[in-house]
């Protein structure tokens, strides 16, 4: 008997990982309950008004710049309910955020795709090692795991961004005399 056709093989393995990414989404979305919702809805928000507003051209950085931006919405949500002394702990990163997304969204640029890559690169260690430290099923475990995968999602889209402006800088290149 014939082994099966490689693409229906890579359907399978691709069907396989859907399924597994439900799953673990799922028990995330469990775990976490509020905490997931509103920076999932946020990236969503962001990104559906992303899709009316941006020329073709520029919703290259969509997802990049959504799950960014979802996030610092996420965070400033979090300060406007609960104040100053939120703002201490996380004034810094919406500073960061604000910048990188301006100027994401204004001039799609490797420079931008560097300081958020940077900024979620340091954010993501220091809160996997809070999230580790937590108690497991406490608020605060439960916020740092979003945290944790949001940064993560971050940085895998802002690496798929950096290599498609990686290659149109390379093209774009190759066209000048």
Same mark, same amino acid.
């Given at each position: 008997?014939?082994?099966?056709? *490689?693409?229906?093989?890579?359907?399978?393995?691709?069907? *396989?990982?859907?399924?597994?990414?439900?799953?673990?989404?799922?028990?995330?979305? $469990?775990? =976490?309950?509020?905490?997931?919702?509103?920076?999932?809805?946020? *990236?969503?928000?962001?990104?559906?008004?992303?899709?009316?507003?941006?020329?073709?051209?520029?919703?290259? $950085?969509?997802?990049?710049? =959504?799950?960014?931006?979802?996030?610092?919405?996420?965070?400033?949500?979090?300060?406007?309910? *609960?104040?100053?002394?939120?703002? =201490?702990?996380?004034?810094?990163?919406?500073?960061?955020?604000?910048?990188?997304?301006?100027?994401?969204?204004?001039?799609?640029?490797?420079?931008?795709?560097?300081?958020?890559?940077?900024?979620?690169?340091?954010?993501?260690?220091?809160?996997?090692?809070?999230?580790?430290?937590?108690?497991?099923?406490?608020?605060?475990?439960?916020?740092?795991?979003?945290?944790?995968?949001?940064?993560?999602?971050?940085?895998?889209?802002?690496?798929?961004?950096?290599?498609?402006?990686?290659?149109? =800088?390379?093209?774009?290149?190759?066209?000048?005399?």
């Amino acid at each position: 008997m014939s082994d099966l056709p *490689t693409a229906q093989k890579e359907g399978h393995a691709s069907k *396989t990982l859907g399924i597994f990414g439900w799953i673990m989404g799922a028990a995330a979305g $469990i775990y =976490s309950g509020i905490n997931l919702l509103i920076p999932l809805f946020a *990236t969503g928000a962001v990104w559906w008004v992303g899709e009316r507003l941006l020329n073709d051209e520029k919703k290259v $950085i969509l997802p990049a710049f =959504s799950v960014n931006a979802g996030h610092c919405l996420w965070l400033a949500l979090g300060v406007a309910l *609960t104040g100053a002394g939120a703002l =201490s702990a996380v004034g810094a990163d919406l500073i960061v955020y604000a910048i990188g997304l301006i100027w994401l969204l204004l001039k799609p640029s490797l420079g931008s795709l560097y300081l958020l890559g940077i900024f979620q690169l340091l954010s993501v260690g220091i809160n996997g090692y809070s999230f580790a430290e937590a108690t497991i099923g406490s608020a605060t475990h439960k916020a740092l795991l979003v945290h944790v995968i949001w940064r993560a999602m971050s940085l895998f889209f802002m690496l798929k961004l950096f290599l498609i402006l990686k290659k149109e =800088s390379k093209t774009n290149a190759a066209i000048t005399p």
